[in-house]
């Protein structure tokens, strides 16, 4: 069976820095690109970041270009989120997803809390 297992998030102070991981099994994770999906409790996903199999293409939705970075380690099936200078706004669950786009596995999430 597939299993995305998310890990890292927390409560955190605006400004400040966390960093994700997601632990894959169950698939050849490093023949998949993969995804960074976000959701708050009743509202639909947003789409975060992607990064092709290979690990050095990455892309980013606007609100956190210049502020997180995907990365992945192939050798480990591990994906990564490196969140830095965050905002209130960047309070969700985030999902590690398989797929370039949030369209395969889900895990069931880290929540990341940014408050003061």
């Known amino acids: 069976d597939v299993q995305l297992q998310a890990s890292g998030g927390g409560l955190v102070q605006p400004g400040g820095s966390l960093k994700l991981s997601c632990a894959a099994s169950g698939f050849t994770f490093g023949s998949r690109a993969m995804s960074w999906v976000r959701q708050a409790p009743g509202k639909a996903p947003e789409w975060v970041s992607a990064i092709n199999p290979e690990g050095d293409i990455a892309y980013y939705t606007d609100s956190v270009k210049g502020r997180f970075t995907m990365s992945r380690d192939n050798a480990k099936n591990t994906l990564y989120l490196q969140m830095n200078s965050l905002k209130p706004e960047d309070t969700f669950v985030y999902h590690c997803?398989?797929?370039?786009?949030?369209?395969?596995?889900w895990g069931q999430g880290t929540q990341v809390t940014v408050s003061s």
């Open positions: 997803t398989t797929g370039g786009a949030g369209e395969g596995y």
